[in-house]
């Protein structure tokens, strides 16, 4: 695809050069610097000096200024030109000789004593640009003969020129380019590589010089430009190993340049511009008569016979524009990093991420958002400029301003869209990802805020879930452009997050309690009864947890009250008081109930008063049953059994305080019962148990109960207790509950007789009762009876084995011997041993005879002091 990479400009108009002359054909040009130097088919030199002026609409034009001309004596053209600017030399082909002219007055430079200014049956010669030698006064040159098959390597100095160095070719060489030691050499029918060094060559691609001119071209270093057949131009290095595809130009090219990142070519009627980078053809302008075309350090000249020209390329950065407002962005970034070695490095980072920038925009105004992704990632796109785009996404407070000049052409999104309200929608999406990768990167560095504020208007705006998780973690969302923007979309309970992470916790709960209350709607949290009392539970500022704890026990105290019940403690929050949450939830009769069964059941609070509060509530609870007209019996059971089970487990309530209460509640029998057993006034609770309730099995379990925990005799107490109060029969002579009551006995004892002392039993029991009717216990008591007997017999042997062990143990240890030596010492004298007779103490220690002797004196004579002082 065209781009408009260089401008042809006049530098020497024909009448300038020829006056009224219309024989001169230009035959070569030189320039050095603004020095133009032209040579003539008339054997002239012609001196110009080239003025780069730039119009008033920026454009670059020459103004040529001729200084001198002169003539070289000879009858032939002047066949090349080259400059040495070191030495101030021009080095001119003529008739087949080489010569030195004086840059200034181009004066023939005369021969030195002992050394020669001039080479004769030369064709053609080169200069080497990458010279070996290190002396600055003097110019490597590669001299090409028309008698002999070599290459001779000159060095030219001011007034001489010195041969180093001549190397043979195959075939007789027709042009010639040198770099280093490397020579690059067009022969007859190929083209060759030669290092003129070493003698190594390699032979590149077959080429008929017959047929067409051969080009060689250096473009850099130890890499050459040559045509080859087929019309492609033919890149090789110095190792004859091509690194670039080749640029396909016309079949009669006749001259080529190199101006990076372009080979500029040169035929008949055209000029060719191809990329180095892509290979591909990106200019034609239309030159005829043109036969000259070179390259002077980064200035294209190109002649006709009759004039001069440049080829002036247009800046980069306008190149690079100009493709990517045709959307041409593969190239315009091929251009720009090919150019990278052409631009201070600095320079260039700034102008490769700005390309990459307007790659993003233009990538993004065909939706395709990967690809602008990437380019804005590599590019370091500033997300403010892609927010900009988005209308009311930036705050109002933000001070950011676009680029300029600007990286797209886009006034806003709408602009974008043109209306199509899906391209909108796709757009957004895109920004809401882009934002979201972005916001923890350093991309977002310095405008977290502006970032974080539009994505939370995108959330509210698109509906999306993702607004909660936003406002939930860390942000920086502003508040002041926020605010309008959620109320805008209804979302209250996001609203109120977003005053949570600003610090405003109380505006959050007065804002969700309305939602609850349905003063506002907001179907975004259907649990947000739930969420508030979860806040007020991990909130560390009691204020708040004191002011709103009410609202939420009187939407539902069960749930409300965890507030308090399951407050976790940390170094962030305070710990409640008890007493000062029980003083709270008094008008709360429920959630009062509810914490105190947390405080005793859960946390097992070892306090009196919590225990017997939580108690006095059962009961009035219970009692609130009983009085209810009728009464809800699964509601009386329900609380009754809780009553029941805090009298039984707790051991810290007030007994004589709840039996009070009790006194004159006739259906609360049972109950008292227990409290009785608490105060170990059994026969009183068994008497309310077995006369008043004719419970029998609540008897039996009350004896289980009260015995748990305690001794064996102890249960048997209760148990004897319990069968007296059977077999006493009834309080009054009215009814016959006699009988109830003996068959009451008989089931204890059939079902507990191991419990029982069945000798005593029997001493008890009426002697008209049968054998049959007792059989159980009797079968049961002997059972335990014979099974004790037999557990004392074994524990007997046990213990008898056990002795003879010890026994066996203690024979063992006595026949093990005792050594004695002189070595040894006594233990109680500390004196040797000098006889074998010893008394061995416990633990094998030996000791004296005599020693033993004295000590047991001793401590009978010290008995019988302390005896007499007793006495005394």
């Known amino acids: 695809m065209s781009v408009k990479a260089f401008e042809l400009v006049p530098a020497v108009e024909r009448d300038l050069l020829m006056g009224e002359k219309a024989r001169i054909n230009i035959e070569c040009i030189?320039?050095?610097?603004?020095?133009?130097?032209?040579?003539?088919?008339?054997?002239?030199?012609?001196?110009f000096l080239l003025d780069e002026v730039t119009t008033s609409k920026g454009k670059l034009r020459y103004s040529a200024q001729k200084l001198l001309h002169k003539y070289l004596g000879l009858k032939k053209a002047v066949a090349e030109l080259r400059a040495a600017s070191a030495l101030e030399r021009l080095i001119v082909l003529c008739d087949g000789v080489l010569f030195l002219v004086n840059m200034v007055t181009l004066e023939t430079v005369p021969s030195a004593a002992g050394?020669?200014?001039?080479?004769?049956?030369?064709?053609?010669?080169?200069?080497?640009?990458?010279?070996?030698?290190?002396?600055?006064?003097?110019?490597?040159?590669?001299?090409?003969?028309?008698?002999?098959?070599?290459?001779?390597?000159?060095?030219?100095?001011?007034?001489?020129?010195?041969?180093?160095?001549?190397?043979?070719?195959?075939?007789?060489?027709?042009?010639?380019?040198?770099?280093?030691?490397?020579?690059?050499?067009?022969?007859?029918?190929?083209?060759?590589?030669?290092?003129?060094?070493?003698?190594?060559?390699?032979?590149?691609?077959?080429?008929?010089?017959?047929?067409?001119?051969?080009?060689?071209?250096?473009?850099?270093?130890?890499?050459?430009?040559?045509?080859a057949p087929g019309g492609l131009g033919m890149f090789a290095n110095a190792e004859g190993a091509s690194q670039r595809a080749p640029v396909n130009w016309s079949e009669s090219v006749m001259g080529a340049a190199v101006c990076f990142p372009y080979v500029v070519a040169l035929d008949e009627s055209f000029i060719t511009v191809h990329s180095m980078l892509d290979q591909q053809l990106k200019q034609t302008l239309s030159f005829r008569d043109g036969h000259i075309l070179q390259d002077f350090e980064g200035k294209v000249l190109l002649a006709s016979t009759k004039s001069v020209y440049v080829l002036v390329p247009l800046p980069l950065e306008k190149q690079i524009q100009d493709l990517l407002a045709n959307h041409r962005v593969e190239e315009a970034l091929v251009l720009t990093e090919g150019a990278q070695r052409n631009i201070p490095k600095d320079?260039?980072?700034?102008?490769?991420?700005?390309?990459?920038?307007?790659?993003?925009?233009?990538?993004?105004?065909?939706?395709?958002?990967?690809e602008a992704k990437e380019y804005f990632r590599k590019g370091q796109l500033d997300v403010r400029e892609l927010i900009s785009l988005y209308p009311?996404?930036?705050?109002?407070?933000?001070?950011?301003?676009?680029?300029?000049?600007?990286?797209?052409?886009?006034?806003?999104?709408?602009?974008?869209?043109?209306?199509?309200?899906?391209?909108?929608?796709?757009?957004?999406?895109?920004?809401?990802?882009?934002?979201?990768?972005?916001?923890?990167?350093?991309?977002?560095?310095?405008?977290?805020?502006?970032?974080d504020t539009a994505l939370l208007k995108l959330y509210a705006e698109q509906d999306?879930?993702?607004?909660?998780?936003?406002?939930?973690?860390?942000?920086?969302c502003l508040l002041a452009d926020s605010v309008p923007w959620l109320e805008r979309y209804h979302k209250y309970f996001a609203l109120g997050l977003l005053y949570r992470s600003n610090g405003q916790e109380a505006a959050a709960l007065q804002l969700w309690i309305r939602v609850v209350d349905g003063d506002l709607h907001d179907a975004t949290k259907s649990d947000l009864y739930d969420y508030i009392v979860n806040f007020l539970r991990s909130c560390s500022c009691l204020d708040l947890v004191w002011k709103y704890a009410d609202w939420a026990l009187q939407k539902d105290a069960a749930r409300g009250v965890s507030i308090f019940t399951k407050r976790t403690c940390t170094k962030d929050q305070s710990p409640l008081n008890p007493d000062d949450v029980i003083k709270y939830l008094g008008k709360h009769s429920q959630a009062l109930l509810l914490y105190l069964e947390h405080l005793v059941l859960e946390k097992k609070a070892q306090k009196e008063k919590f225990h017997t509060h939580l108690a006095v509530l059962y009961l009035e609870k219970v009692l609130s049953s009983l009085s209810a007209s009728p009464p809800n019996e699964e509601q009386l059971s329900s609380a009754r059994e809780k009553l029941q089970g805090m009298l039984r487990e707790s051991n810290l309530y007030r007994v004589q305080y709840l039996?009070?209460?009790?006194?004159?509640?006739?259906?609360?029998?049972?109950?008292?019962?227990?409290?009785?057993?608490?105060?170990?006034?059994?026969?009183?609770?068994?008497?309310?148990?077995?006369?008043?309730?004719?419970?029998?099995?609540?008897?039996?379990?009350?004896?289980?109960?009260?015995?748990?925990?305690?001794?064996?005799?102890?249960?048997?107490?209760?148990?004897?207790?319990?069968?007296?109060?059977?077999?006493?029969?009834?309080?009054?002579?009215?009814?016959d509950g006699s009988g109830d009551l003996k068959m009451a006995a008989v089931d204890l004892l059939n079902r507990h007789g191991e419990v029982f002392d069945a000798v005593r039993v029997l001493q008890l029991l009426p002697e008209e009762w049968s054998l049959q009717l007792l059989r159980p216990f009797l079968a049961r008591a002997l059972r335990a009876s014979m099974h004790a007997s037999r557990v004392s017999q074994i524990a007997l042997g046990l213990s008898r084995s056990e002795n003879l062990q010890l026994l066996h143990d203690r024979l063992k240890e006595r026949k093990k011997p005792v050594f004695v030596s002189?070595?040894?010492?006594?233990?109680?004298?500390?004196?040797?041993?000098?006889e074998p007779d010893v008394v061995c103490l416990p633990g094998a220690v030996p000791v004296h005879i005599h020693c033993v002797a004295q000590r047991v004196k001793d401590s009978a004579t010290k008995k019988q002091l302390c005896n007499s002082s007793n006495h005394t």
């Open 30 to 47: 030189e320039c050095c610097g603004k020095h133009l130097y032209l040579g003539t088919n008339d054997c002239f030199i012609h001196h």
């Open 115 to 227: 050394g020669g200014a001039k080479i004769r049956g030369v064709t053609t010669f080169c200069i080497n640009e990458n010279p070996v030698n290190g002396d600055p006064f003097c110019v490597e040159m590669g001299v090409l003969s028309s008698k002999r098959r070599t290459v001779q390597i000159f060095m030219v100095y001011e007034d001489r020129v010195q041969l180093i160095k001549e190397v043979n070719t195959p075939e007789q060489p027709c042009a010639v380019c040198l770099d280093g030691y490397f020579l690059c050499l067009a022969l007859t029918t190929q083209y060759m590589i030669l290092n003129y060094n070493t003698g190594a060559s390699q032979d590149l691609f077959p080429y008929n010089s017959e047929e067409r001119r051969p080009i060689v071209k250096r473009i850099g270093r130890e890499e050459f430009l040559l045509a």
């Open 392 to 451: 009311l996404l930036l705050p109002a407070s933000s001070s950011f301003t676009r680029c300029h000049p600007p990286l797209h052409e886009f006034a806003d999104l709408n602009h974008l869209a043109q209306g199509d309200q899906e391209k909108v929608q796709r757009c957004k999406q895109f920004l809401i990802g882009y934002l979201r990768e972005v916001r923890s990167t350093e991309v977002a560095n310095g405008c977290r805020e502006d970032v």
């Open 659 to 735: 039996l009070g209460k009790m006194e004159n509640c006739e259906q609360l029998l049972l109950e008292r019962a227990i409290l009785h057993g608490k105060l170990e006034e059994h026969d009183k609770a068994l008497h309310i148990l077995v006369h008043q309730l004719r419970d029998f099995p609540s008897a039996e379990a009350f004896c289980m109960w009260a015995a748990s925990g305690r001794d064996s005799s102890y249960q048997e107490r209760l148990f004897h207790q319990l069968l007296g109060v059977y077999l006493a029969g009834p309080e009054t002579a009215e009814g």
């Open 464 to 476: 999306q879930d993702c607004l909660l998780d936003l406002l939930s973690s860390n942000n920086a």
């Open 347 to 370: 320079k260039f980072q700034i102008l490769h991420k700005r390309i990459l920038q307007q790659a993003g925009f233009i990538q993004f105004g065909i939706l395709q958002f990967q």
């Open 822 to 834: 002189e070595r040894k010492g006594c233990h109680l004298c500390h004196n040797t041993f000098s």
